[in-house]
């Protein structure tokens, strides 16, 4: 009888599909995957492929995103119900009423949104390059959503006047000094590394502040051997696959559930069925995709 990963790789085949895990995901996930990464990135490579149907192991508005790039594919969510809960924190028409406040600001909406909140954004922005596109926005003012953390992040950057949202990541917003604090004494050797969805404070314990692409670069090009990293766990999976002999430490409540819905189980049901299909009405698709190539023309 053949094993799940066995009936997967057949699927993949004659189906011609490719399967994208998030970094949040379970490692067993991870390891099912042919990319592996944040979720913009991860897009933009299914996008590039000539693969007819993308898995896409995340929450909603990764799928969402997916989608909007690759028009043409079929994209599957194995866990449909697997929703993030900062993006449920920001809907299109939240943003239309505060626009009505805000005549002359730009909004900047952070990729972590769903598909139709895109919609009334001006320009979309990742953790990666948030603070390179708030620089480049002509707008003095800036609506940042959903994430306050990211969004306070880039206004000390950027010295800009940005107007922060409510919203917040769950899992990087219950990491506390504490916490950070009671690893440094547990670890005194290790680099705290941090994820810009922290609040402010955690991000000042830090030495490094970055994405997870920009995390693992970091981690993998130091000299140092221990790094406690301010970010989801399923992250570690990663890190040690990349950085052989090196520890990373994380605290005990940095884990999404949400991500961990997915299973090996759930990803060959989703393929062999074709279940969990993203479907966007055109209008909402193409309206959503001006925010994310605005984006892209800013960094070239």
């Not at 970094?23 to 000539?50: C, H, I, M, R």
């Not at 992250?235 to 052989?244: F, I, S, T």
């Not at 479907?279 to 994310?292: C, I, T």
Request: charged share 25%.
């Amino acid at each position: 009888m053949q094993s799940v990963a066995q009936q997967i790789a057949a699927l993949k085949k004659q189906k011609n599909a490719i399967i994208l895990a998030h970094n949040y995901t379970l490692p067993e996930v991870q390891d099912l995957a042919d990319f592996v990464g944040d979720s913009l990135s991860l897009s933009k490579k299914a996008a590039a492929t000539d693969a007819d149907i993308i898995v896409f192991c995340g929450v909603s508005f990764m799928g969402e995103t997916a989608k909007i790039l690759s028009p043409g594919k079929k994209v599957l969510l194995p866990e449909p119900e697997a929703k993030c809960a900062m993006a449920a924190m920001c809907s299109a028409e939240q943003i239309r009423q505060v626009r009505a406040k805000y005549p002359d600001a730009a909004v900047v909406g952070y990729v972590n949104t769903a598909a139709e909140t895109k919609t009334e954004v001006d320009y979309c922005c990742t953790s990666a390059n948030a603070l390179n596109v708030v620089n480049a926005v002509p707008n003095d003012q800036i609506i940042f959503v959903p994430d306050s953390n990211l969004g306070r992040y880039v206004r000390e950057k950027s010295g800009k006047d940005v107007i922060l949202w409510s919203g917040f990541c769950p899992v990087h917003q219950c990491v506390t000094l504490r916490q950070v604090q009671e690893l440094r004494a547990a670890h005194p050797d290790a680099e705290v590394v941090a994820h810009p969805e922290c609040r402010l404070e955690v991000l000042e314990m830090a030495s490094f502040v970055g994405s997870t692409e920009a995390i693992l670069n970091y981690c993998i090009a130091s000299d140092r051997k221990e790094f406690i990293v301010l970010t989801e766990w399923g992250m570690g999976h990663r890190l040690e696959k990349a950085c052989p002999g090196k520890k990373f430490y994380f605290t005990n409540q940095s884990l999404c559930m949400t991500m961990k819905m997915i299973s090996p189980e759930s990803v060959l049901e989703c393929l062999e069925k074709e279940t969990g299909e993203i479907v966007l009405d055109r209008d909402v698709q193409e309206k959503a995709y001006v925010p994310v190539k605005r984006m892209t023309d800013i960094l070239g």
